[in-house]
């Protein structure tokens, strides 16, 4: 089965400069490499679609590759625990190059005149998952004592006193103007 990650480019390398358009859907992870993580991460689902659209621009020595990869994730937000889907959508620019030489250590590599865009895909896709994902930006978590979600109301439970503050509850101010106790 030919992977529609591979990209002829004998063609592209020969006239420098030159582009080409590369524009496909194809099975995120399509060779099953990847294990999926513990619940709580994000993750790219499986039978995930990963969409590339990518100008690569032949150079004396190599390929440029520029423009966006996107592909959806799954993940559990990290105050609430509830299922949450959301889309990456990654701007990239990176290089291919025959062989590596120095300064080149990030460089993908031009296999038999064809490169592998899995790679590229996959690492920009995984670089750009959320490390503490949430369903909204004001999400207000679980409470501590009943555990019931904050974002559908109140559970009208009354938050814990931290024993190490509490005598400062009983601190009184007095006004010296007026001689009046005041628990400000």
């Known amino acids: ?6 990209v002829p480019v004998a063609q592209l390398l020969r006239d420098v400069p030159s582009t080409l358009r590369v524009e496909f859907s194809a099975l995120f992870d399509e060779m099953n490499e990847f ?6 991460e994000a ?4 039978g995930a679609i990963a969409e590339v659209n990518l100008h690569l621009e032949s150079f004396s020595g190599g390929l440029r590759a ?3 990869i996107a592909a959806p994730w799954r993940a559990l937000c990290r105050r609430c625990s509830i299922d949450i889907d959301g889309h990456s959508e990654v701007q990239v ?3 291919f190059v025959d062989d590596r030489g120095p300064g080149d250590d990030d460089a993908y590599l031009v296999v038999n005149d064809f490169v592998d865009l899995a790679p590229l895909v996959h690492e920009a896709i995984l670089l750009d998952l959320p ?10 978590g ?6 019931s ?16 503050w509490a005598t400062l509850d009983n601190l009184r101010f007095v006004d010296n103007e007026s001689n009046e106790a005041s628990s400000e």
């Not at 089965?1 to 591979?6: Q, T, V």
């Not at 979600?149 to 190490?164: M, Q, S, T």
């Open 149 to 164: 979600d904050k974002n559908l109301g109140d559970c009208g439970c009354l938050a814990p006193i931290d024993p190490r």
């Open 93 to 95: 620019s990176e290089r």
């Open 142 to 147: 679980l409470c501590v004592q009943c555990g």
């Open 131 to 140: 490390v503490a994902p949430l369903c909204r930006p004001d999400c207000r």
């Open 1 to 6: 089965m030919a992977s529609a990650y591979l």
């Open 35 to 40: 294990d999926p993580l513990p619940a709580g």
């Open 66 to 68: 520029r423009g966006q």
């Open 43 to 46: 993750d790219v689902p499986r």
